[in-house]
């Protein structure tokens, strides 16, 4: 197997440079299996298109996309604690394709492909081509296909692993535009979440700070104006879009208001699983020995993945003292800057929420550590020979994650006609049927707590400016707003979920009991409005289907 600086060698080689001469372009092979990988991989998450959980999370963007559509303003009009990008990014996709479920998707899949030939490219400069392509695989199957949902994060991660490349490629070339590029990605990652554009930003800063500071004499200036630059613009395009609209102090409000009202409720352990009890059982303690053993391989990567920021935490901390000592080690400079990058985005997951899917949104970047352990030249006779075992492990335990995300989607028959295309789920749906039969589209219908994605798909609208309401998160003012719009607009009817409470110890530990007990939104659907129906999502999550009580039940 050739060293790394080999490797890199012949990389300049096939572009006809010296191993001096700054890397200017990828080689041809390079960009070519680039290429294989994205359609491979575009395939594959082509399957998942139509297929839902209904998951609560999702219908936020889509939801917010579609009062977009409408001509109402982000900030202004409706609220939301997300940076703007993925509202407006969406927003454009259904102008130009048509606003439905499977247009959304589908941004979802070429999204997640370029993750994974970002990957591919961010490895190939270390590791030999069989691990980039496996770890860039894996990085679609056990990444982008595990949590297939249109929210912010696909789209910020999709970013951030620019912002990655383009620092590599900085490195290697010293080239301004690589340094536009850097501020480009970082800025507009912020602008599509900001927890994650800001650890990056913190993340990529350390990482030039540590490469000027090994080779100050040769380190250039130009990328300074630059990155500035390339940080500069999508703020100032932002600003002034809601400056015209007269709602930047909002916009700002908004940006900031999860550092109080965010962290506290959904703070989590590092690495929490969101298991229920019965989940657990299932896992566990239930079957044969043989298929625990299983059953536990399939869902160890749950485990490894957060283990592998840490492990860039300790590479980033050996490599930094490799420069100090060979501050023109180009394979020392590769590191430092990737792994720093990653130390950002980490402490950017710590803050928000550490659990397993925050973990797994990033883990296009996160497997590029994988693939180091796997391949990369390493001076570690220990390692070497552990490496068969942990490729068979890998290819084993996330091809078993995988398979088990796919049997999920394939298996899926349960298919539902809705307003906005059709959609398949693993266990039939009662609510959007009912709803669509009861309802106009573009009635106004409270979906509460939250489920906003039966707004979006029923074509409903909040009859409120909140389309997300989490007790315990959501503040008792904002809550006041539910109940006065619910008054103000004489909405006819609410979808309800008593149960919600139950979910909190899973998903929410750190709710304070008292948001819980005393929900001032709850106690007014409930002396105000009357159950017509129970119905029942593909989760078995149980929906009251509720109107005034001055009126009668609809009938279909």
């Not at 659990?355 to 796997?374: K, Q, R, S, T």
Request: hydrophobic fraction near 45%; include cysteine; aromatic fraction near 12%.
């Amino acid at each position: 197997m050739p060293t790394t600086t080999q490797t890199m060698r012949s990389r300049l080689a096939m572009e006809g440079k010296s191993a001096n001469a700054p890397a200017l372009a990828e080689p041809e092979i390079e960009r070519a299996t680039a290429v294989l990988v994205f359609v491979g991989c575009l395939a594959y998450l082509y399957l998942f298109r139509h297929f839902s959980s209904l998951e609560p999370d999702e219908g936020i963007v889509l939801q917010g996309a579609t009062r977009i559509l409408s001509g109402q303003v982000l900030y202004r009009d409706f609220f939301s604690f997300y940076t703007p990008g993925s509202f407006y990014l969406v927003a454009g996709l259904f102008r130009i394709f048509g606003n439905t479920f499977v247009a959304a998707r589908t941004s979802l899949a070429v999204v997640g492909a370029l993750c994974s030939g970002v990957t591919y490219l961010v490895a190939r400069r270390v590791c030999p081509r069989g691990i980039s392509v496996f770890v860039a695989i894996l990085a679609t199957i056990a990444g982008s296909a595990f949590r297939f949902l249109v929210l912010h994060n696909c789209y910020s991660t999709l970013l951030a692993c620019l912002a990655v490349y383009a620092a590599v490629r900085f490195v290697e070339s010293n080239n301004s535009g690589w340094a536009f590029a850097i501020g480009s990605f970082t800025a507009l990652t912020f602008l599509f979440e900001q927890s994650k554009g800001g650890g990056l930003a913190v993340g990529l800063l350390l990482g030039l700070v540590l490469l000027r500071v090994s080779k100050p004499d040769r380190e250039p200036h130009s990328g300074i104006s630059a990155i500035a630059a390339g940080l500069t613009w999508p703020f100032l395009v932002t600003f002034v879009y809601f400056a015209n609209k007269h709602v930047v102090g909002g916009m700002i409000t908004s940006w900031l208001w999860p550092l109080r009202h965010y962290t506290a409720a959904n703070h989590v352990a590092y690495g929490w699983q969101n298991w229920s009890d019965g989940t657990r059982n299932v896992i566990l303690r239930s079957g044969p020995v043989a298929l625990r053993v299983v059953k536990i391989i399939a869902v160890s990567p749950g485990f490894v993945v957060p283990i592998l920021p840490l492990i860039a935490l300790g590479a980033l901390i050996y490599w930094t003292a490799q420069l100090r000592k060979q501050s023109g080690n180009q394979q020392a400079r590769y590191y430092v800057i990737v792994c720093s990058a990653m130390a950002g985005l980490l402490l950017s997951v710590v803050i928000v929420r550490p659990d397993i899917l925050h973990f797994m949104y990033l883990a296009p970047l996160w497997y590029v550590v994988l693939a180091w352990i796997l391949g990369a030249q390493i001076r570690s006779g220990l390692l070497a020979h552990l490496r068969p075992v942990l490729v068979a492990y890998a290819a084993t335990a996330f091809g078993m994650l995988g398979f088990a995300v796919l049997l999920a989607t394939t298996g899926a028959h349960s298919h539902i006609e809705t307003r906005r295309g059709g959609i398949t789920t693993g266990e039939p749906d009662t609510v959007i049927g009912y709803v669509q039969a009861r309802t106009n589209p573009g009635d106004k219908l409270l979906v509460y707590p939250y489920l906003p994605l039966y707004n979006y798909l029923t074509g409903t609208r909040s009859p409120s400016r909140y389309d997300f309401f989490q007790p315990g998160m959501n503040t008792p003012e904002q809550a006041q707003e539910i109940i006065t719009s619910l008054q103000l607009s004489k909405a006819r009817a609410v979808l309800f979920e008593p149960w919600f409470a139950e979910k909190f110890a899973n998903s929410w530990p750190e709710t304070p009991l008292g948001a819980i007990t005393n929900d001032p939104v709850a106690d007014y659907i409930t002396h105000n409005f009357r159950v017509c129906k129970m119905l029942q999502s593909p989760d078995h999550w149980r929906f009251h289907y509720m109107v005034r009580k001055d009126l009668e039940c609809p009938q279909s």
